[in-house]
């Protein structure tokens, strides 16, 4: 069965203190691996897709990168509005469709 | 900047009811995605709809639930009998492309099955 565990759970900083999200997963033919950003009482929205080891994307303060067994998600000088939940999710095919595992997030937390 | 539209945003309801969810994609999107996050608990995948009918669908999607595209500009989620472990957030997306997971989510329903 396909698994993306996230870690941590929850995640403090101070605005400019930089860190790293993970994303791990076991899965049996990644089609693509992706991270959204979750406000509360919102959908997620789409940040980047990563599809093979080695990839990295980049979008202002972020950048992602990717192996055979994990994604980063890398925060560089956070600002209090890259405060929400980050999710991860894989792609992966099943019985000739495909099909998109979540994981549990990462809340993050930039304190002024 | 377009975005999808979900309606109602609250919904409660009795067990055993039926409800429908209704979404207004991106309009030159062509693949509707619902999906449900139960509080707490990961976001999950029910349902894609591509050319007017359903293209993937999951385990949680079963006999109770259907979809529809019933004009050019919505499209719906009906659960036929509600169960207490319905309750969650439903999400609408949408994209332009198959195979991709760059969705457009709507802000979502949240149903309350009392």
């Known amino acids: 069965e396909d698994q993306v565990t996230q870690s941590p759970e929850a995640l403090r900083l101070q605005e400019g203190e930089s860190s790293s999200l993970n994303c791990s997963y076991t899965v049996s033919g990644l089609r693509g691996l992706f991270w959204y950003r979750q406000d509360p009482g919102k959908g997620p929205e789409f940040l980047f897709t990563?599809?093979?080891a080695g990839e990295e994307k980049e979008k202002e303060r972020l950048k992602a990168t990717l192996t055979k067994k994990e994604s980063f998600l890398h925060i560089t000088a956070p600002k209090p509005e890259d405060s929400a939940t980050y999710l991860c999710?894989?792609?992966?095919?099943?019985?000739?469709?495909?099909?998109?595992?979540f994981g549990t997030g990462t809340k993050l937390q930039v304190i002024p | 900047e377009p975005e999808v539209t979900q309606t109602p945003s609250h919904q409660v309801t009795q067990m055993g009811q039926e409800v429908i969810l209704r979404c207004v994609p991106i309009?030159?999107?062509?693949?509707f995605y619902w999906y449900r996050q139960i509080l707490g608990q990961k976001v999950e995948f029910l349902v894609s709809?591509?050319?007017?009918?359903?293209?993937?669908k999951s385990e949680i999607f079963d006999d109770q639930f259907s979809v529809e595209r019933p004009d050019g500009s919505n499209f719906t989620l009906k659960i036929r009998s509600t169960k207490l472990e319905d309750s969650a957030m439903y999400f609408c997306?949408?994209?332009?492309?198959?195979?991709?997971?760059?969705?457009?989510f709507g802000s979502g329903t949240q149903l309350s099955v009392l």
């Open positions: 999710a894989v792609r992966t095919p099943l019985k000739g469709y495909q099909k998109v595992t």
């Open positions: 990563l599809y093979s």
């Open positions: 309009s030159n999107h062509l693949y």
């Open positions: 709809f591509y050319n007017n009918e359903i293209s993937e």
């Open positions: 997306a949408s994209s332009l492309q198959g195979g991709t997971e760059k969705l457009f």
